[in-house]
């Protein structure tokens, strides 16, 4: 299995620039994790979906973050308008119904 | 709230030297402990799940042990590529889906 997908794995934009980042699960998961990690903050969960229905977005930080799941094989995490403070590193995991996350490499954002 | 206290943040050993990390954890009904290993720029990868107070698990050099307040990793004479970020989350018994609380994580360093 190739594991959890993410693209892209760097992104380097303008504040105020949109910033659409893009997952794909393993396979045969049907719960998906959008996470962001900080050296502040540490691994904060987002949002997580559960056969492609949003279930908890509290952890979403504010109305610019949006998160869509159209289909079993696709997520995707949008910013719109990007703030230099988004800059993180964003992590994608999925998990089947036995629980265990797996993550996939990670889309490193940085916003000027 | 469930919390997930790691410490210490930093740990250095010499090759050879044994030691363990702390995972201390609230939760509402504990339903599972996981680690994870992270290495600089790649996302978390899973190690073991705990499940029960007095449960232990082992991975080569690596052993989790669990309690009802606390779980310990346990190195024993580590190698310079054991040196990574080692996360600890819990997910709850509320939780009716697969969420985890992730703790701050021990960054390990082991020298030659």
């Known amino acids: 299995d190739a594991g959890v997908i993410q693209s892209p794995r760097h992104e380097v934009t303008e504040m105020g620039q949109e910033v659409t980042l893009r997952c794909k699960p393993i396979s045969g998961h049907n719960s998906l994790f959008w996470y962001r990690q900080t050296m502040m903050r540490g691994l904060e969960l987002l949002i997580y979906?559960?056969?492609?229905?949003?279930?908890?977005d509290s952890g979403m930080p504010e109305d610019r973050f949006s998160a869509k799941m159209p289909n079993a094989s696709f997520s995707t995490l949008k910013i719109q308008p990007s703030e230099p403070r988004d800059s993180a590193v964003y992590f994608c995991?999925?998990?089947?119904?036995?629980?265990?996350?797996?993550f996939g490499p990670g889309t490193r954002l940085l916003v000027l | 709230e469930d919390q997930v206290t790691q410490s210490p943040e930093a740990l250095r050993l010499q090759e050879g030297e044994s030691s363990s990390l702390n995972c201390s954890y609230t939760?509402?009904?504990?339903?599972?402990l996981f680690w994870y290993r992270q290495d600089p720029g790649k996302g978390p990868e899973f190690l073991f799940t705990l499940y029960s107070a007095g449960e232990e698990k082992e991975k080569e050099r690596l052993k989790a042990t669990l309690t009802k307040k606390e779980s310990f990793l346990h190195i024993t004479a580590p190698k310079p590529e054991d040196s990574a970020t080692y996360l600890c989350a819990v997910q709850a018994g509320n939780n009716a889906g697969n969420m985890l609380t992730f703790g701050g994580g021990t960054r390990l360093m082991v020298k030659p």
């Open positions: 995991a999925s998990s089947s119904p036995a629980g265990t996350q797996y």
């Open positions: 939760v509402s009904g504990l339903r599972g």
């Open positions: 979906f559960n056969n492609n229905v949003p279930i908890d």
